[in-house]
């Protein structure tokens, strides 16, 4: 089975400062995907990022940077230099690699950047 | 333009009545889910349509019915509300089957009372 773990269930940091989002994945495929997505306070769901299995290299955009590592099944997320609207709930998401995959979503982790 | 619109964006109504939510997308996309975030936020998914077929069912009450009348269109259909179904519903595209980035839509907030 597919699971995906989010055990931060809310972060406040204040504003500037950096934060990292842990996601912990469990899959048996070899092949498979990971997601990042955000929820602001407005609702609507935005896709940050894909990763496929294969790919270990880090990705880095602007303040946002991601460090995949299959040794521990981990896809953490990191914010360099917090702002205001980065608060947000984010959900890390798995996919198998199969006709009838699905993404399974984690728990999601709300982050509030405070002033 | 809205890539994936819903329809409505807010829905209340009484235990027992039936009601639908509509969804469309305008980017081309062949895949369309139907995902469900309860009040702890906790996403799952419904349903999954690719080119008007269905392809994931996700153990959803019989209550819940999807049509799909057209690749560009999803809507959910739910006979005898109950308290238990008040969420929010979101719709999603993706241009494939597999893998892909899933695109939202704003979601309808369902509450039954």
């Known amino acids: 089975a597919q699971k995906v773990t989010q055990a931060q269930t809310e972060i406040s940091v204040v504003e500037k400062e950096d934060v990292t989002l842990d996601c912990v994945y469990e899959?048996?495929?070899?092949?498979?995907?990971l997601f990042w997505y955000k929820q602001p306070p407005s609702g609507e769901l935005v896709f940050l990022i894909r990763?496929?299995?294969?790919?270990?290299q880090n990705e880095i955009s602007g303040r946002y940077s991601w460090n995949f590592q299959k040794s521990t099944s981990s896809f953490n997320f990191t914010i360099t230099a917090s702002q205001v609207v980065d608060s947000a709930v984010y959900f890390c998401?798995?996919?198998?690699?199969?006709?009838?995959?699905?993404?399974?979503f984690g728990s999601g982790t709300r982050l509030s950047i405070r002033p | 333009d809205t890539a994936v619109s819903q329809t409505p964006k807010y829905l209340v109504t009484q235990m027992g009545n039936d009601k639908s939510i509509k969804c469309e997308q305008n980017?081309?996309?062949?895949?369309m889910y139907w995902y469900k975030q309860d009040s702890k936020k906790f996403l799952k998914i419904m349903f999954s349509?690719?080119?008007?077929?269905?392809?994931i069912n996700e153990t959803v009450p019989n209550r819940f019915s999807p049509k799909s009348p057209d690749k560009a269109h999803l809507n959910l259909h739910i006979n005898s509300l109950e308290l238990g179904d008040s969420a929010v519903y979101f719709c999603?595209?993706?241009?494939?089957?597999?893998?892909?980035?899933?695109?939202f839509g704003s979601g309808t907030q369902l509450s039954v009372l």
């Open positions: 999603a595209s993706s241009q494939g089957l597999i893998n892909e980035k899933l695109f």
């Open positions: 899959t048996r495929d070899t092949t498979y995907y």
């Open positions: 990763r496929n299995s294969f790919d270990e």
């Open positions: 998401a798995l996919s198998g690699y199969s006709s009838a995959s699905k993404i399974i």
């Open positions: 980017l081309g996309h062949d895949t």
């Open positions: 349509y690719n080119n008007k077929e269905l392809i």
